[in-house]
T-cell receptor, first 117, second 113 residues
Framework: AQKITQTQPGMFVQEKEAVTLDCTYD???????LFWYKQPSSGEMIFLIY??????QNATEGRYSLNFQKARKSANLVISASQLGDSAMYFC??????????????FGKGTKLSVKP | NAGVTQTPKFQVLKTGQSMTLQCAQD?????MSWYRQDPGMGLRLIHY???????DQGEVPNGYNVSRSTTEDFPLRLLSAAPSQTSVYFC????????????FGEGSRLTVL
């Protein structure tokens, strides 16, 4: 079974600064995917970024990048140049690509990010 | 382009009542799932389906039933609601292969009194 750990329940960052949200995962699956989602106070789940376990390069999407360290089972999200609109809950998730649980994203408990003006 | 549509958005039930949360997707995704979100607990998987006629239990299936008669629809049934089922429920779907993102509905807030 997979397990996702997000050790930071809440974080503050100054506007325009970069911030790293931590995520570690525990899986025995040989092939898996890693996701980050954003949930603003309005409640919808917004997909941010995806990293495949066999991808050589770290994934990037605009101001978001995923710092993937496979040996350490770490998939930290880096947000550059924080904006007030980045204030939200952020969830890390993992999914096995094969087997009986294929397709099931397992989520961490989330990190609440607050951006200060 | 509707994506994943779930209804109702809000519902108040009394203990022991039954109800169905509806979910439909128009992206021809094989995989559909239901999650519940509680404060401090993240999203926990209730039930999932990898195709019409196939369903299976997730992490927290007790008190919930599902069926998948078509690719598009995946309703979640509460047969006898309990206060512990007060939560926000999300339906989601994705393509199984290729690392596709999980597309979420807008969520349904259920309160059981």
């Amino acid at each position: 079974a997979q397990k996702i750990t997000q050790t930071q329940p809440g974080m503050f960052v100054q506007e325009k600064e970069a911030v790293t949200l931590d995520c570690t995962y525990d899986t025995s699956d040989p092939s898996y995917g890693l996701f980050w989602y954003k949930q603003p106070s309005s409640g919808e789940m917004i997909f941010l970024i995806y990293q495949g376990s066999y991808d050589q390069q770290n994934a990037t999407e605009g101001r978001y990048s995923l710092n993937f360290q496979k040996a350490r089972k770490s998939a930290n999200l880096v947000i550059s140049a924080s904006q007030l609109g980045d204030s939200a809950m952020y969830f890390c998730a993992a999914v096995p690509n094969y087997g009986g649980s294929q397709g099931n994203l397992i989520f961490g408990k989330g990190t609440k990010l607050s951006v200060k003006p | 382009n509707a994506g994943v549509t779930q209804t109702p958005k809000f519902q108040v039930l009394k203990t022991g009542q039954s109800m169905t949360l509806q979910c439909a997707q128009d992206m021809n995704h094989e995989y559909m799932s239901w999650y519940r979100q509680d404060p401090g607990m993240g999203l926990r998987l209730i039930h999932y389906s990898v195709g019409a006629g196939i369903t299976d239990q997730g992490e927290v299936p007790n008190g919930y039933n599902v069926s998948r008669s078509t690719t598009e629809d995946f309703p979640l049934r509460l047969l006898s609601a309990a206060p512990s089922q007060t939560s926000v429920y999300f339906c989601a779907s994705r393509v199984l292969a290729g690392g596709g993102e999980l597309f979420f509905g807008e969520g349904s807030r259920l309160t059981v009194l």
